[in-house]
T-cell receptor, first 113, second 110 residues
């Protein structure tokens, strides 16, 4: 069966520090991968998605970036965090290409201080 | 991204039916979804419907789609306290990108 992992589960970082959040998927190959952010009291915002290694589509221009160095690994990064980057970051995967179902990881709670 | 709107809060009594509503803007959306999020957790896929369907039933869940009005609803029959959570509506025009609503917080009163 497929599982999706995210780490760390929680993170407290100062403004201006770098960020690296990691997501890995097991039990599937060539998935679509996604990064979302959920700000407090708000819905999910699609940040990036990837349909293959090295293929990243950005939905929202900001100081975040994403990379997919391996088929089942998706990384969200920032060189300098802003206060507004605080939120709940969710990784998700979808079978590719004909699946319609998207599944989410447990999330990372990021607090920028 | 696309605009997906939901009311923020809904309270129902245990045993009653809950109806959570959603409107979306992209008339070309092919897939429409309902997800459930419990506190501090990721999202759990509840059900989805294709745009060529009007209704889908799955145990206590009934999804209704009015494509003309771009309106999607989720009915939960015999609502239980364990159904208390945030429910998200989502649309996918292509099957690759997903756009989510703001979520409806459902509170079930015992």
């Amino acid at each position: 069966s497929q599982t999706i992992h995210q780490w760390p589960a929680t993170l407290v970082q100062p403004v201006g520090s770098p960020l690296s959040l990691e997501c890995t998927v097991e039990g599937t190959s060539n998935p679509n991968l996604y990064w979302y952010r959920q700000a407090a009291g708000r819905g999910l915002q699609l940040l990036f998605y990837s349909v293959g290694i090295g293929q990243i589509s950005s939905e929202v221009p900001q100081n975040l970036s994403a990379s997919r160095p391996q088929d089942r690994q998706f990384i969200l990064s920032s060189k300098k965090l802003l206060l507004s980057d605080s939120g709940f970051y969710l990784c998700a995967w979808k079978g590719h290409p004909s699946s319609y179902e998207q599944y989410f990881g447990p999330g990372t709670r990021l607090t920028v201080t | 991204g696309e605009d997906v709107e939901q009311s923020l809060f809904l309270s129902v009594r245990e045993g009653d039916s809950s109806v959570i509503n959603c409107t979306y803007t992209d008339s070309s959306s092919t897939y429409l979804y309902w997800y459930k999020q419990e506190p501090g957790a990721g999202l759990q896929l509840l059900t989805y419907i294709f745009s060529n369907m009007d209704m889908k039933q799955d145990q206590r869940l009934t999804v209704l789609l009015n494509k003309k009005d771009k309106h999607l609803s989720l009915r939960i029959a015999d609502t239980q306290t364990g159904d208390s959570a945030i429910y998200f509506c989502a649309e996918s025009p292509t099957g690759n990108q997903f756009y989510f609503g703001t979520g409806t917080s459902l509170t079930v009163i015992p």
